[in-house]
């Protein structure tokens, strides 16, 4: 008596759960994803060859530009409930007299970038929802002797986060003078250790060099 032979089938995978899943997982990204905001000033950093990284955390930027104006950043802290940015903002606000409302510390808390925007002008800046006004108000940190803004920024960050260091981030035709000057406020608040934010320059090898 013959066998009887059966059918034979090829195995057969179902991808459908796994596609949608990843449908799903896309979808969130792109909405919850946020575009990187701008600096508010064109930065051409000179080239090093340190290849140091920048920490992520406890680091206040200075951004100089190169037509004299400086603009300032902080993180808001390694953990999430030290939000450290509101924090100084509101220091701040009471060495000149003004508060702010608790929307207007949600805004200037998330907000992506440098600053350089006058403490009289900072509720106006927080206020507007339009960026191209907003640019209109970052006229850079005022530092003349009269009103020594940056010199009280640095004060009460530090005071808020005492791990705080200081980062510059220098466009290479920055003014001299604005140079010195950021270095004489950070020293005189014992600030005396700073790193610098640089473009990593390009190995040149030497062929004929390597040969030889």
């Given at each position: 008596m013959p066998k009887i032979k059966l059918p034979t089938?090829?195995?057969?995978?179902d991808m459908t759960p796994m596609v949608d899943t990843f449908a799903v997982i896309l979808t969130f990204l792109l909405l919850t994803a946020q575009m990187r905001?701008?600096?508010?000033?064109?930065?051409?950093?000179?080239?090093?060859?340190?290849?140091?990284?920048?920490?992520?955390f406890n680091m206040m930027t200075f951004l100089l530009s190169n037509d004299g104006k400086i603009f300032m950043n902080f993180d808001n802290g390694g953990d999430t409930l030290t939000k450290f940015r509101p924090k100084i903002l509101v220091e701040v606000g009471k060495r000149y007299g003004i508060e702010f409302t608790d929307i207007q510390q949600r805004e200037?808390?998330?907000?992506?970038?440098?600053?350089?925007?006058?403490?009289?002008?900072?509720?106006?800046?927080?206020?507007?929802?339009?960026?191209?006004?907003?640019?209109?108000?970052?006229?850079?940190?005022?530092?003349?002797?009269?009103?020594?803004?940056?010199?009280?920024?640095?004060l009460y960050a530090r005071q808020v986060n005492p791990n705080v260091q200081a980062c510059i981030?220098?466009?290479?035709?920055?003014?001299?003078?604005?140079?010195?000057?950021?270095?004489?406020?950070?020293?005189?608040?014992?600030?005396?250790?700073?790193n610098l934010i640089t473009s990593l320059e390009a190995a040149k090898i030497n062929l004929e060099e390597i040969q030889q």
């Open positions: 089938k090829s195995p057969h995978i905001q701008t600096e508010p000033a064109n930065v051409d950093t000179p080239f090093s060859i340190s290849e140091k990284p920048t920490p992520d200037f808390e998330k907000y992506p970038s440098s600053i350089g925007v006058p403490i009289e002008k900072m509720k106006e800046f927080l206020d507007n929802k339009n960026m191209a006004e907003r640019n209109k108000l970052q006229t850079g940190i005022p530092m003349d002797s009269a009103d020594n803004q940056l010199a009280i920024w640095v981030k220098g466009d290479s035709e920055a003014h001299f003078e604005t140079v010195e000057k950021l270095l004489d406020i950070l020293q005189d608040k014992n600030v005396n250790r700073f």
